[in-house]
């Protein structure tokens, strides 16, 4: 064929897709009290499975985002075991009357 009479590509189109990748999931932790909190604490836990279930350390109320989010990154990790429970963790940190929510 004569490469000068040719069509030529005006355009493509790609698509992908993927079917392992997972939905992002959004979780709202609040704490909040109706008179303003001092000197409290609180932890968070994730079961995977009935089996496992696993608990952060006990953090301040006013815990910077930063710091709920490694919390959360290293639930399951221990000397002896690495679960690796979550790996894509972000977390932002709003203030509240009397709380923060997470």
């Known amino acids: 064929s004569d490469a000068t009479s040719s ?7 790609v698509e992908w897709y993927c079917t392992t990748c997972k939905t992002p999931e959004v979780q709202l932790i609040k704490l909040q009290r109706s008179a303003p909190l001092t000197n409290t604490k609180f932890s968070l836990s994730y079961s995977p499975t009935p089996e496992i279930k696993k608990e952060t350390a006990m953090l301040p109320w006013d ?7 490694r919390e959360l ?26 709380g923060y929510a997470w």
């Open 7 to 13: 069509p030529s590509v005006t355009g493509y189109k």
């Open 63 to 69: 815990s910077p985002a930063d710091l709920v989010r």
């Open 73 to 98: 990154i290293n639930l399951g990790w221990s000397e002896t075991d690495d679960l690796n429970l979550l790996q894509d963790v972000q977390v932002s940190r709003s203030t509240l009357t009397n």
